[in-house]
Structure formats: structure tokens, C-alpha cells
């Protein structure tokens, strides 16, 4: 399955993006979902993740209550929908599924094997 994430863009503080990683080639049935992100100069890092089932949620301590990650029924769309966007959150977002995640290390990029190509954040102050 190849995978396209988009909605990225330039938001000023305390506002709103929803993300899309739409899946091509196939569903993410069987497959868990996570969105990472990658800020220059700094390592890519765990934002939230979806598990093959949708029957739960994961997300990175610094972005809860804030993001939400969800799946539609026809399994080709994950959202990421992201409020209240401070500045730390700009980043490049990508969008990686894997088959064979287990359950502990959803957080662990080195699980996932395919990946979309990023969409750029930028929160201003």
C-alpha cells in the first residue's frame, strides 16, 4: 500500500489543522497507522498512532488532549486532527503503516515500512 499525506500548511498559534494520510493500492485493514514528525535539527519523533483494529489510540505525551487521530470506515483515510497548534509543533508530518506493529512498540518508527512523503507544519507565534 502506498500512502500520501496532506493538509499541511501555515497556522498561527492556537489554531487548527487536519492532516489526511490516504492510502492507495489498498486499505489499512490489518494494519496499524502512525503519524511522526520531524523538526529540523531535531530527531523524528512518535505523534499518535491508530492500532490495525481501531480499537486504540496512541498518542506523545506533548500533543494529548490537543490531537486526535482517527480512521474511516473504508479504512483508505487516516485524520490527524490537530488543535490549539503552538509553535513547537512545527515539523514535517509523515503518515507510516505497518502489518506486524506490536502492541508496545506503536511508538517505534523502525516498526513501520511503508511511509508517505511528509506535509510541512509551520505554527507561528
Known amino acids: 500500500v502506498q500512502l500520501q499525506a496532506s493538509g499541511g500548511g501555515l497556522v498561527q498559534a492556537g489554531g487548527s489543522l487536519s492532516l489526511h494520510c490516504a492510502a492507495s493500492g489498498g486499505t489499512f485493514s490489518g494494519r496499524t497507522v502512525g503519524w511522526f514528525r520531524q523538526a529540523p535539527g531535531k530527531e523524528r519523533e512518535f505523534v499518535a498512532g491508530i492500532w490495525r483494529s481501531g480499537s486504540n489510540t496512541f498518542y506523545a505525551d506533548s500533543v494529548k488532549g490537543r490531537f486526535t487521530i482517527t480512521r474511516d470506515n473504508a479504512k483508505i483515510t487516516v485524520y490527524l486532527q490537530m488543535n490549539n497548534l503552538k509553535p513547537e509543533d512545527t515539523a514535517v508530518y509523515s503518515c507510516?503503516?505497518?502489518?506486524?506493529?506490536?502492541?508496545?512498540?506503536?511508538?517505534?518508527?523502525?516498526?513501520?515500512?511503508?511511509w508517505g512523503q511528509g506535509t510541512l507544519v509551520t505554527v507561528s507565534s
Open positions: 507510516a503503516a505497518c502489518q506486524t506493529c506490536i502492541l508496545s512498540s506503536v511508538r517505534n518508527f523502525r516498526q513501520y515500512n511503508s
